[in-house]
């Protein structure tokens, strides 16, 4: 009979330093990977990326109070520094658009929720719109992932974001 390894116990949040190929020895590495995994929904052992479209929509619920100026100020901002804060990333993780990295998905979700109708349907169907784009990743959203660096991690998922954003005003416009 063949013995077997004991199984180790799953982590299910691991301790984000462990998972990094460099260890981080600065606060502002470690601010890195706590912005770039989406206050570290990126380390859920299931769907990680779905996690962070999450915290988009947490995002969404926080920014839509505050008028479109406000919404679409924080949406650049944080699609903007995302893309160096993803490109660090991927240099602390020491591998191209790690599956932890989830900043992109925050802000293709806060992109595809820009004018959803404020109802349950219209932030489920845009929530559900970005993840198939984002996932399927047709033309032009492949194009964007062949970037180098952060650009690379970042705009394919802003590509994803427009997509919905333009598959729900249809929907909604009835088109």
Same mark, same amino acid.
């Given at each position: 009979m063949e013995q077997f390894a004991p199984?180790?116990?799953r982590e299910y949040f691991p301790n984000p330093v462990l998972h990094c190929a460099l260890m981080p020895k600065t606060? #502002?590495?470690r601010l890195i990977l706590f912005l770039a995994t989406g206050f570290y929904s990126g380390y859920s052992p299931v769907a990680p990326g779905t996690a962070g479209s !999450?915290? $988009?929509v947490a995002a969404y619920f926080l920014l839509r109070p505050l $008028?479109?100026?406000a919404y679409i100020a924080v949406t650049l901002a944080v699609t903007l520094m995302g893309i160096w804060i993803s490109g660090r990333a991927e240099a602390l993780f020491g591998q191209k658009d790690c599956k932890h990295i989830v900043i992109d998905? &925050? !802000?293709g979700q806060l992109i595809a929720l820009f004018m959803a109708p404020a109802t349950w349907w219209g &932030?489920? #169907?845009g929530f559900a719109l970005f993840r198939l784009f984002d996932i399927t990743k047709f033309w032009p959203i492949s194009a964007c992932e062949k970037l180098k660096g952060g650009a690379g991690v970042m705009l394919d998922d802003a590509a994803a974001g427009l997509l919905a954003l333009l598959a729900l005003q249809l929907i909604y416009l009835g088109i």
């Open positions: 199984r180790r116990k606060v #502002s590495d !999450a915290v $988009g $008028g479109w100026p998905e &925050i !802000a &932030i489920l #169907s």
